[in-house]
């Protein structure tokens, strides 16, 4: 992190000692080992909180002379670590679906039939069968998979199976024919229908802007619309319940989601994570207007609901063979990746997107995707002049090494989910060849080039667990594990560093580091008790490593032991 403004308060703050205190907490932490995350102050043993903020930050004995007896309620940490809430800077969080067949790891393909047909045995003919997470390069044959795989078990029902990464769709026939999609259909701009090489008939996977074609042809499951409600409801719950569990206080949605859901689960009592939400970035003034509104509505002072950044996507994946490079993929020549719009369509919205001051977040995989992102981010600058607007590139998977000190040097910010490493790094070199790999997933070059990293999930394409994505920065491994040193282990940085992105780092892309982030005096309490020191823990321990507390803004939200 470099360096942030201190403002005076913080100034009076540490003047006087964090433990001039004498106010009484209603909430502390004692006998902690506690990973502070600020530079000035970076480990303690115990945490005094008073409503939703920190009052005091310091050693047992002395933060135990603000417990009053009978009101403050004391936990115990007993040796334990005690973070910073993880703030998951990219997250597509939204209801579960208590129906979706999950895919995730799955390495036999014909899996994926069994579940699709015990799903259809639970639904009347023509209900929609929802699944996905599969990543056929994790199947023993690492082939695309085919129609053909669930045609036979789904005669009667529309099936539609996303890609771990959402950029492909496997649909069986009932969907194609639905679509009107057959040998004859040609590609649409930026996207697939994959077709067989002999017959020519669409084999199943749709990418990118051809999944806009489909149509299910599902009929309405049978379900009152209280019963619809109910649902959606418990959708909420459930997954704000795993966000609990897995020390996720606050989350950044790109693209959209429902705003009223979140006042009223926040009515209601049941808002348990910090959330800000986007909308699509779009050239269009009325609409970047009504973003302003949205803007003042949910404002950035805001600390629970709030607008968010504006999002674009510049091109595809590499797992699907659609980012945009500069040059051919390694494996398949024919083909440098799908650009989503031209640049000139892009830049112009970047123009009138900044100059209201508006913050943009664009996905780009590809390098020459990373590139005209830059390009354009720099143009804004140039034209509407430079201010402290902290545009975010998603992703940032794929950089050419002349572009890595521009994120630094234009204060763009890299929003990088870590897990995303391990997962494509069995088919990356494969795909882009070894010396463009060497600028994939580059976190330590951009770190140490002076660029903020802010770090997610990209949740539900990767799991949600912060576990997950500190193990893949430390290690670039394989979440089973595997000898060695890691992939591309120059780009490894240190436990320290991977939390406090996941922390300080993703509050600073969302303009909150004065406030969250940290542990310290003045700052929101949102901090997470684990149950190992992830600092001196072997790399194996690390993805088991569980959440023991969750306490967002003074409240304790989730304990493991229920107390
Ligand atoms: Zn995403």
Redo the contacts with the bound molecule.
């Keep these: 992190m470099k360096k942030i403004i201190i403002s005076l308060s913080t100034i009076i703050m540490i003047v006087s000692g964090a433990y001039a205190q004498t106010e009484k907490a209603d909430l502390v932490i004692i006998n902690g080992k506690v990973l502070t995350i600020d530079k000035d102050n970076p480990s303690a043993e115990a945490i005094a909180i008073k409503g939703e903020k920190v009052i005091a930050v310091g050693k047992t004995s002395e933060i135990s002379a603000l417990i009053e007896k009978g009101s403050t309620k004391v936990i115990d940490a007993g040796g334990r670590m005690v973070l910073p809430g993880f703030n998951d800077a ?3 969080f939204g209801p579960l679906d208590p129906d979706f067949i999950e895919l995730r790891y799955t390495t036999d393909p014909s899996v994926i039939a069994q579940k699709v047909k015990a799903q259809v045995a639970k639904s009347r003919p023509g209900e929609i069968i929802n699944g996905g997470h599969w990543e056929h390069e994790m199947f023993i044959d690492k082939k695309w998979p085919t129609k053909e795989l669930i045609d036979s078990v789904s005669p009667n029902n529309p099936v539609i199976l996303s890609r771990a990464d ?1 950029h492909s769709l496997l649909v069986n026939s009932y969907v194609l024919n639905a679509s009107g999609i057959t040998k004859n259909t040609p590609d649409p701009f930026g996207g697939v229908i994959q077709k067989d090489p002999v017959t020519g008939e669409p084999t199943g996977i749709i990418k990118e802007n051809a999944e806009g074609m489909i149509k299910s042809g599902a009929v309405r499951p049978n379900r009152t619309a209280e019963e619809v409600r109910v649902r959606l409801w418990q959708g909420y719950l459930l997954a704000l319940k795993e966000a609990r569990e897995y020390g996720v206080t606050s989350i950044q949605v ?2 959209s989601a429902d705003f009223n859901a979140y006042e009223k689960l926040q009515k209601e009592g049941e808002l348990t994570i910090r959330i800000d939400i986007g909308e699509p970035l779009t050239g269009d003034l009325k609409k970047l207007n009504k973003y302003l509104e949205l803007g003042k509505k949910y404002p950035g002072e805001g600390n629970w609901i709030r607008f968010g950044y504006l999002k674009a996507f510049i091109d595809g994946t590499i797992g699907s063979g659609t980012a945009l490079m500069f040059q051919p993929f390694t494996d398949n020549p024919s083909t440098s990746g799908l650009a989503m719009m031209p640049y000139e369509v892009f830049e112009d919205m970047v123009l009138k997107a900044d100059k209201l001051g508006l913050q943009i977040g664009t ?1 780009a995989i590809g390098d020459k995707g990373n590139n005209w992102v830059l390009n354009a981010y720099e143009t804004a600058q140039k034209v509407n002049g430079k201010r402290d607007s902290r545009h975010r590139i ?2 940032a998977q794929t950089l050419q090494a002349s572009d890595i000190p521009r994120f630094a040097s234009l204060g763009v910010i890299p929003s990088m ?1 870590p897990t995303h490493c391990i997962s494509d790094k069995k088919f990356c070199d494969k795909r882009i060849g070894t010396e463009r790999a060497k600028g994939a997933y580059a976190w330590k070059s951009l770190a140490d080039a002076g660029a903020i990293l802010a770090f997610g999930t ?1 949740y539900q ?1 990767e799991p949600l667990n912060p576990m997950e994505g500190l193990y893949a920065s430390v290690t670039r491994k394989d979440r089973l594990g595997e000898m060695g040193e890691g992939w591309h282990p120059e780009q490894k940085i240190k436990m320290e560093d991977a939390i406090e992105y996941y922390t300080l780092g993703s509050a600073y892309s969302q303009f909150m580091e004065n406030r969250k982030g940290m542990i310290k005096p003045g700052f929101l309490a949102d901090i997470v008790i684990v149950d190992k020191n992830l600092l001196t823990i072997p790399e194996t321990e690390i993805m088991k490593t569980k959440v023991d507390y969750t306490i967002v803004g003074g409240k304790v939200v989730y304990s493991s032991s229920g107390k």
């Design positions: 990219h997250v597509h959402g790109p693209g996905h998603e992703h989910q990209d394409v």
